[in-house]
């Protein structure tokens, strides 16, 4: 079985209702998915499918964590997207909140002053280790 079938199998066992796309491209895989687990447990999950890391540091790839017991690949990509209507409703739920969001139109209104962030950005960052 080849690795992104394998990564696919495994996730689809521990989260059945969670819909990953996992697509190879060369020495990669990609996955991607909509609310479900956060990006840290897919993380933890899918590590140990990668030989290692790539230190840019030292602009080389550390191969410290070749197995032969599992299929694996170079490189392992996660990106977990949260859909409008948890985004919505949390934008909902900080305008009564935080009083300087009250005159906010929509979630990419960047009329108040977050650090850099617009409310999309920032109820993307308060969602990035929960579970959906």
Same mark, same amino acid.
């Given at each position: 079985? %080849? $690795?992104?079938?394998?990564?696919?199998?495994?996730?689809?066992?521990? *989260?059945?209702?969670?819909?990953?796309? #996992?697509?190879?491209?060369?020495?990669?895989?990609?996955?991607? *998915?909509?609310?479900?687990?956060? !990006?840290?447990? $897919? +993380?933890?999950? $899918?590590? %140990?499918? !990668?030989?290692? =890391? &790539?230190?840019?540091?030292?602009?080389?790839?550390?191969?410290?964590? #070749?197995?032969?017991?599992?299929?694996?690949?170079?490189?392992? &990509?996660?990106?977990?997207?949260?859909?409008?209507?948890?985004?919505?409703? %949390?934008?909902?739920?900080? %305008? +009564?909140?935080?009083?300087? *969001?009250?005159?906010? =139109? +929509?979630?990419?209104?960047?009329? #108040? +002053?977050? !650090?850099?962030?617009?409310?999309?950005?920032?109820?993307? &960052? !308060?969602?990035?280790?929960?579970?959906?």
């Amino acid at each position: 079985m %080849k $690795v992104g079938a394998t990564i696919k199998a495994e996730l689809k066992k521990l *989260w059945p209702t969670a819909k990953f796309s #996992v697509r190879t491209r060369g020495n990669a895989i990609y996955i991607e *998915w909509t609310n479900g687990p956060s !990006e840290k447990k $897919v +993380n933890d999950i $899918v590590s %140990k499918y !990668e030989y290692g =890391k &790539f230190d840019d540091m030292t602009d080389c790839y550390n191969y410290d964590n #070749v197995r032969k017991d599992i299929p694996q690949t170079k490189y392992v &990509f996660t990106q977990r997207e949260i859909s409008e209507d948890i985004l919505n409703e %949390k934008f909902n739920y900080y %305008k +009564n909140y935080f009083s300087n *969001w009250k005159d906010l =139109k +929509n979630l990419d209104d960047c009329s #108040v +002053n977050m !650090e850099g962030y617009c409310p999309r950005g920032f109820i993307r &960052f !308060e969602l990035f280790d929960f579970c959906l």
